[in-house]
């Protein structure tokens, strides 16, 4: 039997936008390897009815509540003086509290006044959770058998109060199981065509393990879970699996768990001592960004151009003019071009090339919104793809640095 949590945000600012609620995400991914299971996450104004009628409306089987923001030293901050009413008792000062308080303050050469010096205040009916990484603590209260824990939303600290209080109590008190995942990274093929060519093999998955297919701009993943309290079993399980499903879908596998396409292809190039470069025209450098990402990346990509006008491409890629008048930017022949220009100019071992309508207009019938060409040149050839995808510009942007990465890939990989 699984252990099952709820999340409560706290804050008008995520209500109307100004703030992107990335603790739940980030909850829900350590709470789920941790083996309790996200029921569901509300997001609710910063007030004591709203406050109350989420305490109110906490399902029956919920055993852990988590609640981010609303904590501080300020008057509109009432978390801590809605719960102290909810849950009982009075506020209380707390020395460990107020001692972090001071020691923080101390870091940045201030006094600690009156109005921080509340923030040691804290129910008597909860257990306080020292918050080294902030002024605000955490608080722990427990109500038959459901344990509520109240934190800041500032993620930092939050994540802080997580790994040190929360994670601990799971493991000691809810006694939640296991949680295996094992994610299978895809580039190339659509979800429905993957599903068609594992059919077989997913129809005699063992009922224990559920198949979730996570498809993304450009890539599928496919994520295996297993939960429950044979650790050594469950692995086993999971990893038969996984070796059964590899050889039917190789050819569009990158990578595994937390891979990316562009540390794949770092590790590749770092494997061939090779170097690249990029000459982007619709991706607008964002394969140069892609790369640039991974740490180390300096040892193999040399420089990109963003060749957007056709100007650059002449002048900085060695584009013939011509050509460009009797194909267009958007064709074969530039690219080609575009790629082993990169790759002389940069005198690399390897250049990615891209050229195509991202869209939103400036499509024709030829050539309609989301002809994308794309060109890897290598130390013995270059090769080309011709590709469509769709009307959403940061979607065809996206598709086609990923891509060209995983041409490169394939390249990189013969």
């Known amino acids: 039997m699984s252990v099952e949590a709820e999340i409560i945000t706290i ?20 709470l789920n390897d941790a083996g309790v299971d996200v029921d569901r996450v509300v997001s609710i104004r910063d007030t004591k009815e709203a406050i109350i009628e989420a305490l109110e409306d906490v399902k029956p089987k919920t055993k852990l509540v988590l609640m ?70 955490g608080m722990l209260f427990e109500r038959n058998d459901v344990y509520y824990v109240s934190m800041p939303g500032v993620p930092y600290e939050m994540r802080h109060l997580i790994k040190t209080h929360v994670l601990p109590l799971i493991k000691e008190k809810l006694n939640a199981g296991v949680v295996i995942h094992r994610t299978i990274l895809t580039q190339g093929v659509g979800e429905s065509f993957l599903a068609e060519m594992i059919k077989d093999w997913q129809d005699e998955l063992h009922e224990e393990i559920s198949l979730a297919y996570l498809p993304s701009a450009g890539m599928v993943k496919m994520r295996l879970t297993v939960k429950g309290r044979d650790e050594q079993f469950l692995n086993g399980l999971i990893e038969n699996a996984v070796s059964e499903l590899l050889p039917q879908i190789e050819k569009y596998v ?23 470069a990029s000459a982007e025209s619709c991706t607008g450098g964002n394969i140069a960004r892609l790369l640039t990402t991974v740490p180390g990346s300096s040892t193999y990509f040399i420089g990109s151009v963003v060749a957007y006008h056709n100007d650059v491409k002449q002048s900085m890629l060695d584009v013939r003019k011509e050509d460009l008048i009797a194909h267009g930017a958007v064709s074969e022949p530039i690219v080609m071009q575009m790629a082993k220009g990169a790759k002389e100019k940069f005198g690399t071992d390897y250049a990615v090339a891209t050229s195509g309508i991202a869209g939103p207009d400036g499509g024709t019938e030829e050539k309609p919104v989301g002809t994308i060409w794309i060109a890897v040149s290598g130390p013995n050839n270059t090769i080309t793809r011709k590709f469509s995808f769709g009307n959403n510009r940061l979607r065809n942007i996206q598709k086609t640095s990923f891509m060209a990465l995983n041409m490169l890939r394939e390249e990189l990989m013969a």
């Not at 909810?86 to 600690?112: C, H, P, S, T, W």
């Not at 923030?119 to 918050?131: E, F």
């Open 11 to 30: 804050g008008d600012e995520i209500l109307i936008g100004q703030t992107v609620d990335t603790n739940s995400a980030w909850m829900g991914k350590h």
């Open 68 to 137: 981010t923001g609303g904590l501080g030293p300020t008057k509109d901050d009432i978390t801590k003086y809605t719960l102290q009413d909810y849950f009982g008792g009075d506020l209380v000062f707390n020395q460990k509290a107020y001692d972090n308080v001071a020691r923080i303050f101390k870091m940045f050469n201030k006094e600690v006044i009156e109005i921080n010096r509340l923030q040691a205040m804290v129910p008597s009916s909860c257990k306080m959770l020292l918050n080294e990484m902030g002024t605000a603590p």
């Open 254 to 276: 990158y990578g595994t768990e937390d891979d990316t396409l562009e540390s794949v292809v770092g590790k590749l190039l770092k494997d061939n001592n090779a170097t690249l």
